[in-house]
């Protein structure tokens, strides 16, 4: 099977699980308890406002058929109107995206530049202090709250030291502490990964095989361990992105970054049930499209994967 | 005849639980991780005696900002409130929210996961194609969502939190019923025309425990993570109660000053999960000896 046919079979399977995210997350949605129209307009207004404005909202006809309305107007990109602030959801999406894009770009470029070398180290050093170290620290990476790490480093670098920007948006300065804080967790699975599977194939026929046959260290590690180990790492990309994701909440919480997290954040706060929805329904999308493009990479590396199989 | 058979049963039954027990003994990492936890659990189930809740949240102005001493092991907070009884009563809350939390989605992951493997075809495709639902969605982000419909409060948040945490269950019991479905003693029960409730409860709920466990414990280490994470986010539990996280969040904006009132506990966050983490390592190697060969 082609690579086209491929992405296009997945793009078309991406569909109904597509629905049934949407559909789960709006029928949980609708069941938050309260009219929607009175919390609006507040709790004395009058009915006669109150019952043209759950019209206008759609809220008189049955949920289903509220689903496929708001899904339609979803696929023409209308996401529907904040409940508090009367803003287009969609646009103010859009608008803080950049933002999270960049700053989970950053953490998992972050979490492959630091966390791969570090965990062949380990690897290549294994039950030696290097490898005891890179191992405890992994740990630690992985144990502490994303959030207290981030405030942690914001209160040494930032205030103590004043080398980096404490908050906001603008420059990479800016990026840096907040993709470090978001990428800790995986940066951490990235070195356990690497350790793991080099470990694995350092262990392997025929990396003794080439041992044997001279080459030089360096040359064994580099070029035939580390293919066969790097696929794991590979496969641990889309786990990463979603993780990245989750993360966004907390991380721009901190750093004060106006993006998505700090979006759904401020929905879930408010009972702006508008923003949570739009959120997650296009979040879950990127988590898939991201998953998918793993895959092909994935494919493209190993050729023993076949596509379609 | 029949006493001597079920003596040599309980007699390799309990061999076998010995040499979990000896294989998890010999993880120096895991025994560490059992004391912390134990001695952690000690203090906080033991609290009333040394500590009354009237400290969690007397204010006083008089008493704001102090220092760590001998009378505030962990200093006082904005308002005053002793921060090592909040950190003590809020462990409670932390702890129990984790353990109802991975107990529920267990339960709930166990029975999905042993249907959907054991029965396969419709029931298999529902199930799986729902947790497939589910688990598109980061966990945080799902929990949140469901905050947000449900309102707040420590009951929804723990709904929340399981339901995220449920697909991850029931696909690890599920990808292990898959294995032992078509293996011989399976076979030999069905043919003994046991019924199938009964062939699930005997012969595959024991065999799928060890990495439903495993997983379980490995799953409470981010679960508390989470919960911490939405007190932080001030859509877990709501201040005055106190949860590690809540209490991060409330210190939040002195720590610029009063490092102490953010570290500490942090460090309970991580020490804990750090703790949970290393048991499930343990078990894993204690409970799964093939997989180290």
């Keep these: ?309 | 005849m029949k006493k001597q058979i079920t003596e040599k049963n309980t007699c390799k039954k309990s061999s076998q639980l010995k040499m979990i027990v000896k294989r998890f003994g010999k993880n120096r990492l895991s025994i560490i991780g059992m004391v912390i936890i134990l001695i952690l659990v000690a203090a906080i189930a033991l609290a009333p005696l040394y500590c009354s809740y009237d400290k969690v949240i007397q204010q006083s102005l008089s008493q704001r900002f102090l220092s760590p001493s001998a009378e505030h092991f962990f200093g006082t907070d904005q308002y005053g409130r002793d921060l090592f009884a909040r950190i003590v009563y809020g462990g409670r809350i932390s702890l129990f929210c984790g353990l109802v939390t991975i107990g529920i989605a267990f339960v709930a992951g166990m029975v999905l996961g042993c249907a959907a493997g054991f029965f396969g075809g419709m029931t298999d495709t529902i199930i799986m194609r729902f947790c497939d639902v589910l688990m598109a969605i980061p966990g945080l982000l799902l929990a949140m969502a469901i905050v947000s419909a449900l309102g707040q409060g420590i009951g929804n948040m723990l709904i929340a939190l399981s339901i995220s945490q449920i697909p991850r269950e029931a696909r690890t019991a599920r990808s292990c019923v898959m294995t032992l479905r078509n293996q011989e003693y399976i076979e030999a029960a069905k043919t003994c025309g046991t019924s199938r409730f009964r062939i699930i409860w005997r012969h595959i709920v024991p065999n799928i425990l060890g990495p439903m466990i495993i997983d379980v414990m490995m799953g409470l280490g981010s679960t508390i993570l989470r919960i911490a994470s939405l007190g932080f986010l001030g859509i877990g539990i709501a201040s005055p109660t106190p949860e590690w996280g809540t209490i991060i969040s409330e210190n939040q904006i002195n720590i610029r000053y009063y490092p102490y009132l953010g570290i500490i506990p942090g460090l309970f966050i991580m020490i804990t999960v750090l703790s949970f983490n290393f048991i499930g390592d343990g078990l894993r190697d204690a409970l799964d000896p093939k997989m180290k060969n």
């Design chain 1, 1 to 309: 099977m082609s690579m086209v046919k491929y992405i296009l079979k997945r793009l078309l399977m991406l569909i109904p699980v597509m629905v049934g995210i949407s559909l789960f997350i709006y029928l949980v949605l609708s069941l938050a308890p309260g009219d929607p129209a009175r919390m609006i307009l507040g709790m004395d207004a009058l009915p006669e406002d109150i019952e043209a404005l759950r019209e206008e909202l759609g809220l008189n006809k049955p949920l289903l058929i509220r689903y496929g309305l708001y899904m339609w107007d979803a696929l023409h990109g209308d996401f529907g109107t904040s409940w508090y602030q009367r803003f287009d959801v969609a646009s103010e999406f859009f608008h803080r995206l950049p933002n999270t894009f960049w700053l989970a770009f950053i953490a998992n470029a972050f979490s492959i530049i630091i966390g791969i070398p570090v965990g062949i180290i380990a690897a290549v050093r294994h039950n030696k202090p290097a490898d005891y170290v890179v191992t405890f620290f992994s740990l630690l990476l992985c144990s502490a709250p994303g959030f207290w790490l981030g405030m942690l480093a914001q209160l040494l670098f930032c205030i103590r030291l004043g080398w980096l920007p404490s908050s906001g948006v603008g420059s990479f300065a800016h990026f840096i502490l907040p993709a470090l804080t978001m990428g800790g967790g995986i940066i951490a699975i990235n070195m356990r990964t690497t350790r793991t599977w080099l470990l694995d194939s350092i262990r392997s026929d025929y990396v003794r095989t080439a041992r044997a046959k001279g080459a030089r260290e360096g040359r064994v590690i580099v070029h035939h361990a580390m293919r066969n180990s790097m696929l794991p790492v590979i496969t641990g990309l889309g786990m990463n992105f979603a993780a990245c994701m989750a993360g966004t909440a907390v991380t721009e919480t901190v750093f004060a970054i106006p993006g998505i997290g700090s979006f759904i954040t401020t929905g879930v706060k408010t009972k702006d049930i508008p923003i949570v929805l739009c959120s997650v329904i296009i979040i879950a999308l990127m988590v898939g499209l991201v998953n998918l493009i793993v895959d092909i990479i994935y494919a493209v590396v190993d050729p023993r994967v076949k596509l379609g199989s």
